[in-house]
C-alpha cells in the first residue's frame, strides 16, 4: 500500500471498517485481514499500528490468532494464509507502536496463564516443521537430478523457502523473542515449551538463526528494523551469558 494511501486509508477510519468486517465475520472477513496487514506493515504503518490498538483491534486479532479457521469453512483463503496475515499483524504492531501499546499487547501474551505464548511456539513447530520438509524435498530433488545445491542461487533459494513457511516462521520467532524479552515469564514459559518439544530451552538457539538470516536478507533501507531486531538478539543471547 503506497504511503500516501495509508494516510488516506487512516484518515478515511478504513482501520475501523475493516475491524468491523472482521468482528461481523462477513464474507469479505479474509480479504479485510489481508488489507489490515498491508496497512500495518513498514514503517508506514506505524500511524495505522499505534490506531488499531486505541480502537481496541486487539480484541479482534487475537482471537484470529488463537484460532484457525477450518480449510472447509473457509474458500476465499488457505489456513496458512490467515496465520501469515494474523502473525505479520501482531509483528508489525510489537515493531511500530509506543511503548505503553507495545506493552498492552506483550501483556495479552501473559494473560490466561500464557495461553497465547503456547499458541505461538505451536505454530512456531508447524512452520518450522513446515520449512525443514521443503528443505528436505528440495535436497531429495536435486539428488535425484544429479545437481549441487551450492550450485543455486542464494536469493532463488531464499524466496522459495519464504514462500513454503519461512516468511511465517520469521514473523513467529519475532513474536517470540519480543516478548521474551518484554516479560519475564514469558520467557520462562517459551524455555519450558522448547525443551519439551524439542529438547533445548534456549532461545538463542532457537530463535537466533531464523531472526538472524531474517536481519542479513534486509534491505539497504530497512535500518531501523535492522537495529531493532538485532538489539533483540542480543538482549536475548545475555540470558545465557
Not at 7 to 36: C, H, P
Not at 208 to 215: A, H, L, M, V
Amino acid at each position: 500500500m503506497h504511503p500516501a494511501n495509508r494516510k488516506k486509508f487512516l484518515d478515511g477510519e478504513g482501520l475501523q471498517l475493516m475491524n468491523l468486517m472482521i468482528r461481523e465475520k462477513k464474507q469479505a472477513r479474509q480479504s479485510a485481514l489481508k488489507v489490515l496487514n498491508h496497512a500495518t506493515s513498514g514503517e508506514e504503518g506505524i500511524e495505522n499500528c499505534n490506531k488499531l490498538v486505541e480502537m481496541l483491534g486487539l480484541r479482534t486479532i487475537f482471537p484470529l490468532f488463537m484460532r484457525t479457521p477450518s480449510k472447509t469453512k473457509r474458500k476465499d483463503t488457505t489456513p496458512d494464509e490467515h496465520e501469515e496475515h494474523v502473525c505479520t499483524i501482531l509483528s508489525s504492531l510489537l515493531a511500530a507502536c509506543s511503548e505503553n501499546h507495545r506493552q498492552r499487547i506483550i501483556q495479552k501474551f501473559v494473560e490466561h496463564e500464557h495461553e497465547k505464548v503456547d499458541r505461538a511456539v505451536e505454530l512456531f513447530l508447524k512452520y518450522k516443521e513446515k520449512v525443514q520438509r521443503f528443505e528436505l524435498k528440495k535436497k531429495r530433488l536435486s539428488q535425484e537430478a544429479g545437481t549441487s545445491l551450492d550450485l543455486d542461487d542464494p536469493d532463488r533459494d531464499y524466496l522459495d523457502k519464504l514462500d513454503n513457511g519461512l516468511y511465517t516462521l520469521q514473523r513467529l520467532s519475532l513474536i517470540l523473542i519480543d516478548v521474551a524479552v518484554g516479560v519475564e515469564s514469558a520467557r520462562l514459559r517459551e524455555e519450558k515449551l522448547f525443551q519439551m518439544k524439542l529438547s533445548n530451552n534456549r532461545l538463542d538457539l532457537m530463535l537466533g538463526p531464523i531472526i538472524q538470516e531474517y536481519s542479513d536478507n534486509l534491505g539497504e533501507e530497512a535500518v531501523h528494523e535492522q537495529e531493532r531486531v538485532l538489539l533483540l538478539l542480543s538482549k536475548i543471547e545475555d540470558f545465557y551469558k
